[in-house]
């Protein structure tokens, strides 16, 4: 797959958080990421697999879109997005950067 059929989004996952929330930035070892608090713990990839389904909610695309690219064992993560639309960039900054709420 090229380079534009993939969108990689960094993100900082807040495993065992009390309410799930996709929103917020973290300047972590990737850049710039995308803060997702889910309400799994950190075992078994349980958390991991929780903040998958919540990007790819966020994003408005299928969870079966999104992939884990690097950092299963960390809180900091790359995921891929699949064939990503050409706004998805937008709402990506949106989310991680302030959405104007």
Known sequence: ???DETLTVAVRVKPGASRARVGGRFDGPHGPALVIAVNAPAVDGRATE???R???G???VRPAAVSL???AASR???FLVERPDPGLPAVLRRLRDGSGE
């Open 1 to 3: 797959m090229s380079a």
């Open 69 to 71: 690219r690097t950092g």
């Open 58 to 60: 966020a994003l408005g």
């Open 76 to 78: 900091d993560k790359l």
């Open 54 to 56: 919540a990007l790819a």
């Open 50 to 52: 929780a903040a998958r």
